[in-house]
């Protein structure tokens, strides 16, 4: 008994598992503890998911209308189209496609006909314009996200915009309605009999995004017509848009167009622009772990409890087993081998358990944020590692901790 090897020691910690005695509490308060190790695990496996999901969710939310990247001036709202070495611009590699607008506040007017045409109610709402090039459909990917006729953005003669599918249900309007645009004047006084520029305003289709605000406030217009309106002989700009090609490090990107516009530019990508959306996100992640691996630790209480009363129940037969030879590094390892039994049945049962749940909600989707639409759930590596490798820590700790002190306590008795 001087040398008791590892398979020998988990052997005996295995006995501790299944008593003949069925009402053997420590027996009871040992699977108490694999069932507390294993409930926590598998919360941290289902809800690490679930933001998993919701981030990706919000990832494509986000990155369905708003560039890859834009550039803004960074000394004044304005710039101008000369200044751009654009051919040059267009050869940095990861880009895909380039385009450049002018956004602005507009107002939007419907006249809706009452009474046998003959009369009209007026209704107004305000939008945000983006005046852009036709490229810009190319960046925002409007082919997958609208409703309608195709959009297009028409010609010379006939300018055509595409709105919003809430803006146009705020105006109650159909496609083909009588609409208006007012674009306020630069630079007037108050008392100005006019301080817009008016224009009827023709749509070719819809915008349907899965972002609201999207949906809610745009209206893209020929940026040509927009000119002609104002009367902007100047090339004024406010922003140029990026698409990058897919798997493109964006940070990477976004450095080289920095470096190759000047420090005249500020170039953000989608993810920097609703900054405070995806640190919201990020910060709601990272504190749900803290807590539930808080909850892990108390749970672990279940398994000092365990360990303790297996202690004080075995003690007399190590004692004279220890009259035989027994070594304290090999009593040592019997309890913390069983600790570690305990820990590993739970994680194991905790981890499969957790992506079972996850697998059924992908697969049948029980759970919906919207109608038609299931909770999002998502996998990382990342995720799995930290799960494992945070609960694997926590349990080696309590169970050596726990064990050295019922040890050093017996030894001093």
Known sequence: LKKINIRTAFYIAKTYFRSKRKKNIITLITRVSITGIACITCALVVLLSAFNGMEQLIDQIYSEFDPSLVARSSKGKVFYEREIDWAALRKIKGISSISSGIEALAVVEYNRPVVNEKTFRVKRTNAKLFAVDSSFLDVIAIHDNYKGPPP?????????????ISLLDKLEAPLDGNFKLFLPKRNISVRAKQPFFTKKLNLSSVLFYRNKEVNEETLIWPIN??????????????????SALPKTNLI?????????????????TYKEKNELIFKTSKSEKAILTLILIFVFVLASFNLVSSLTMLFIEKKD???AFKSMGLSAKALFNVFFYQGLMICFFGICVGVAVGYLICILQLSFGFLHIAPGQPYPIGFSLTDFLTIIGSVSILSLLFSYITVKLLLKRSSEI
């Open 317 to 319: 037969n190590f004692l």
């Open 252 to 268: 990477q990107l976004k450095n080289e167009v920095s470096n190759f516009l000047g420090p005249g530019y500020i170039v953000k």
């Open 225 to 242: 017509a927009y000119r002609k309106l104002v009367k902007d002989t100047m090339g004024r700009l406010t922003n140029i848009y990026f």
């Open 152 to 164: 297009s953005l028409g010609n010379i003669a006939r300018p055509e915009g595409i709105i919003g």
